[in-house]
């Protein structure tokens, strides 16, 4: 993993001790309020329904086995014992004191974490693929890239106040699992024909209330000009950028509006100054930063295929959870373990302190205490020892934390929604236990198979709605919750967004609603082989309109 | 009928205006005001305490007295004078045996 150097320990520790006079001087009266709250945002702190909340950044979702620890600590001093992780790869408290956040800070400095750059309009955590530097399928790891622009943007001077927040994300695999096509800026790893490495660039993408795939406006960005093209990106969309209206002034819109051949030109351009500048990465960086993310040292182990034979017929429970929550590992005798945190019943991406320390302790004893974050709100460890996978699972399990449902229908993306957030219009959290309590029996789930549901409780769309398989936004109309429903969104390497079927339903009619749509699938499908997602492609709305409305559908 | 929600600045706790001029953790003890008269006394008792640095984010919200006890017109208030509706052990209603009138 990265470890600060001197630079980032001091960056963060001065911080630290910035935002704990702030708060002493707001507390006293010596700051008002209108100018404490830009600085609070500055280091993750919200004022939600019930409390504040504190964001903490993960950088591309990774944690190590000791900064675990930590947040179980703070969650248990500090909070009410429990954390929310984001489709952002955050980690958010949503009951710290503010009283308590400068003391929080420290804690989480002592452990290289932050909650900087966490809110603001600022460029945000840079988030990667949760599999990165374990999946089979990938070209190369992207968190060295991920690690170079932590480190570019970091209070970047020029790029503190843009018109609006900035996210980038970054994979290195053939199958997208970071969403890079809805971020305002997209990077997608991979190897021209002499083996090069770099990057398709995408621009532009991004949900909320007008939500974009990104445009690609690069093919090939050869590694070392990552931080020249990013910066003349940037500097376009500074100076371009809409600040007279807060709706209108992200990347997206600018690119929408200037039209994308325009835009490539103006970065193209920019890029030609910047190219030969400071800004291009020497080779010996990038491979010294590289470094800081080398694998672990996998010990052959070779007898994991007998093992997980043999635990595959002796426990059902365990032979559910190695077909769905396993991910191929580039070393054989390897796998990648997703935690889920969508036990049914349960509130997405919720995690007890309790919970935090087994997940810490299994990563010292079976995973080189190393842990991800996805922004499907899962835990991964990324190199568990096939050999070791039962004994992982039967801990897992006595803590609650062996849900055997990765990627199914009751692995749903839910953001907070009324229940906490201050924005939000309608529920989202008791929608997505709705769900999965209805579908809850395993056989049923893995007949209907993949299957992604997101669920945002407003428009912002945290909870990533318009890219779910099934979307489902809250809204609020004439004082109650209204759930909108959209079709065949996508958040992989062939993005897009889903269409809204129709009107919507309330609050006791939107599980039966996502039952009839399931069941229509399962009535329509070619044959098990055919996803929800393949068979919505082929279908289209119709049939589904058809089932939820009658013969309305056909009037509307 | 109005009542005058807002956040504590310390630790950020949903209170509302009391009688008395006090800040209340709970709904119920809530100052109820039914005219133009109390709302601008409610929010001028609030200007001050967001000027002595007690409270943040002060704002009338609409209510109801039904069988006695206030209940606000939207979920969102409902929910803040309550607790997460999905966990009935934390928030206010873990506190005391609240009715919680989610719909
Ligand atoms: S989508 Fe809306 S309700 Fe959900 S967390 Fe974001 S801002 Fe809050």
């Known amino acids: ?556 | 009928m109005k009542i005058l929600a807002a956040n504590r600045l310390i630790d950020g706790i949903a209170v509302w205006l009391g009688p008395n001029g006090n800040w209340v953790e709970d709904i119920r003890d809530a100052d109820v005001v039914r005219d133009a008269t109390g709302e601008e006394q409610l929010l001028a008792t609030a200007r001050d305490a967001f000027g002595n640095n007690l409270i943040v984010d002060p704002e009338l919200i609409d209510v109801d007295l039904i069988d006695g006890e206030v209940i606000p017109r939207r979920l969102r208030e409902r929910i803040r004078a309550a607790g997460p509706s999905i966990h009935p052990n934390l928030g206010k209603q873990a506190a005391r045996n609240a009715v919680v009138h989610l719909t």
């Open chain 1, 1 to 556: 993993m990265y470890r600060y150097d001197e630079f980032d320990y001091a960056v963060v520790k001065a911080r630290v001790d910035q935002f704990r006079d702030q708060v002493a001087r707001r507390l006293s009266g010596e700051l008002t309020e209108d100018q404490f709250k830009p600085l609070r945002l500055m280091n993750g702190v919200y004022l939600q329904l019930h409390s504040y909340m504190l964001r903490i950044a993960i950088p591309y979702g990774t944690l190590s086995s000791t900064q675990l620890r930590m947040l179980a600590v703070i969650a248990r001093d500090y909070d009410k014992g429990y954390g929310h992780f984001t489709t952002r790869q955050n980690l958010q408290f949503h009951w710290p004191a503010l009283k308590d956040v400068p003391d929080i800070l420290d804690k989480l400095a002592s452990v290289e974490m932050h909650c900087i750059q966490t809110s603001g309009n600022c460029i945000r955590n840079v988030t990667a693929d949760h599999f990165a530097g374990a999946a089979a399928d990938e070209m190369a790891d992207p968190r060295p890239y991920a690690e170079i622009l932590r480190q570019w943007s970091s209070l970047h001077p020029e790029f503190s106040y843009l018109p609006r927040k900035f996210k980038i994300a970054v994979t290195g695999a053939e199958r997208d699992r970071a969403a890079v096509q809805v971020h305002d800026i997209g990077l997608h790893l991979k190897k021209d024909a002499e083996g090069n490495l770099g990057f398709t660039v995408y621009v532009g993408g991004g949900l909320g209330r007008t939500p974009f795939v990104a445009k690609k406006i690069r093919d090939f960005l050869p590694e070392q000009d990552l931080l020249a093209y990013v910066t003349a990106i940037l500097r376009v969309y500074n100076l371009e950028g809409r600040r007279d209206n807060k709706y209108k002034a992200r990347i997206k819109i600018l690119v929408h509006e200037t039209g994308t051949a325009e835009l490539t030109a103006l970065v193209e351009k920019e890029f030609a100054h910047l190219k030969e500048s400071e800004l291009k990465l020497p080779e010996s960086d990038i491979r010294a930063i590289e470094t800081y993310f080398a694998p672990p040292v996998l010990p052959h182990r070779p007898e994991g295929d007998a093992v997980i034979a043999r635990a595959i017929a002796e426990d059902a429970g365990f032979a559910a959870w190695a077909r769905r929550n396993l991910q191929t590992h580039k070393n054989p005798d390897y796998a990648s373990v997703t935690i889920s945190l969508k036990g049914i019943g349960e509130v997405p991406g919720d995690m007890s302190a309790e919970q935090m320390d087994v997940v810490a302790d299994l990563a010292d004893e079976f995973a080189f205490s190393e842990i991800r974050v996805s922004h499907e709100q899962n835990l991964i460890l990324p190199h568990v020892a096939r050999a070791d996978l039962k004994q992982v699972y039967d801990r897992l399990k006595a803590a609650d934390l062996a849900t055997a449902n990765a990627g199914l229908i009751s692995d749903m993306i839910a953001c907070p929604g009324l229940d906490y957030c201050a924005l939000a219009n309608a529920r989202s959290i008791p929608i997505a236990q709705g769900i999965a309590e209805r579908f809850a029996d395993q056989a049923v789930q893995e007949d209907i198979g993949d299957l992604k549901i997101k669920i945002s409780g407003c428009i912002n769309a945290c909870g990533h709605h318009h890219v779910g398989h099934i979307g489902i936004l809250g809204v609020e109309k004439k004082g109650a919750e209204l759930y909108q429903v959209t079709l065949g969104g996508s958040g992989d390497e062939n993005a897009a967004l889903g269409d809204i079927i129709g009107r919507g339903f309330a609050e006791d009619e939107i599980v039966d609603a996502v039952d009839t749509i399931v069941k229509t699938y399962l009535a329509h499908r070619q044959d098990r082989h055919e996803s929800f997602l393949s068979a919505y492609q082929r279908l289209g709305l119709a049939p589904f309109k058809e089932a939820l409305y009658g013969s309305d559908a056909k009037v509307a």
